[in-house]
């Protein structure tokens, strides 16, 4: 299974550059920037953002070398 492009999930939720870019303090040419990037090579912190703005949530599961897991919930108060 191909992974979306932060892009991608934006444009299939119908929201704006503009409005990410205001949401992240950007300007659209910021966000298209970030855009480019895979998601893995985005920060955590500004993939989170990102993914606020178009609506969505951002969590992580971190495996611990005891077989553990722990989630973090990756949204950001703006």
Do not use: F, W
Request: with cysteine.
């Amino acid at each position: 299974m191909r992974e979306l492009t932060l892009g991608e999930i934006r444009k299939q939720h119908r929201v704006k550059q503009e409005v990410v870019a205001l949401a992240l303090c950007v300007t659209a040419s910021g966000v298209s920037k970030l855009e480019s990037k895979r998601i893995q090579d985005v920060p955590l912190h500004r993939a989170a953002a990102y993914l606020a703005a178009v609506g969505g949530s951002l969590k992580v599961e971190v495996t611990l070398p005891d077989g553990g897991t722990v989630s973090v919930d990756g949204n950001t108060s703006a």
